[in-house]
């Protein structure tokens, strides 16, 4: 059964750091791209991060750059998101999604454009809520 669980979810006092972690079953990460998705009340799913297990390239969302780190631990088939000097603003449940790159596809410029597309995603996650407080 293919599976992705996250976990580290929260609430936190803005400034704060939390790290999120996404664990995959019944798949391997190798030849997928696993991204960081989040959705407040009342907003469209969007994308906030992503990183390719391929080549370990990373993508950012504008408003967490110098924030928010992406980084995989491919032996555990495991990816994490570190979150510092959270904001209220980043009250969201928080989802990880896997996407399988084919090889064909696997040049940063073929596929990267779309990293944000919650419709290029093949697995998803439950969710984790993640409160900031001001």
């Known amino acids: 059964e293919v599976q992705l669980v996250e976990s580290g979810g929260g609430t936190v006092q803005a400034g704060g750091s939390l790290r999120l972690s996404c664990a995959a079953s019944?798949?391997?990460?190798?030849?997928?791209?696993i991204g960081w998705f989040r959705q407040a009340p009342g907003k469209e799913r969007e994308g906030v991060s992503c990183?390719?297990?391929?080549?370990?390239?990373?993508y950012y969302a504008d408003s967490v750059k110098g924030r928010f780190t992406i980084s995989s631990d491919n032996a555990k088939n495991t990816v994490y998101l570190q979150m510092n000097s959270l904001k209220p603003e980043d009250t969201a449940v928080y989802y990880c999604?896997?996407?399988?790159?084919?090889?064909?596809?696997?040049?940063?410029?073929?596929?990267?454009?779309?990293?944000?597309?919650?419709?290029?995603?093949?697995?998803w996650g439950q969710g984790t809520q993640v409160t900031v407080s001001s």
């Open positions: 990183i390719a297990i391929t080549d370990g390239s990373t």
């Open positions: 999604a896997a996407r399988f790159i084919a090889h064909v596809m696997r040049r940063r410029l073929l596929w990267g454009p779309s990293w944000r597309d919650p419709n290029e995603y093949d697995y």
């Open positions: 019944g798949f391997t990460f190798d030849g997928y791209a």
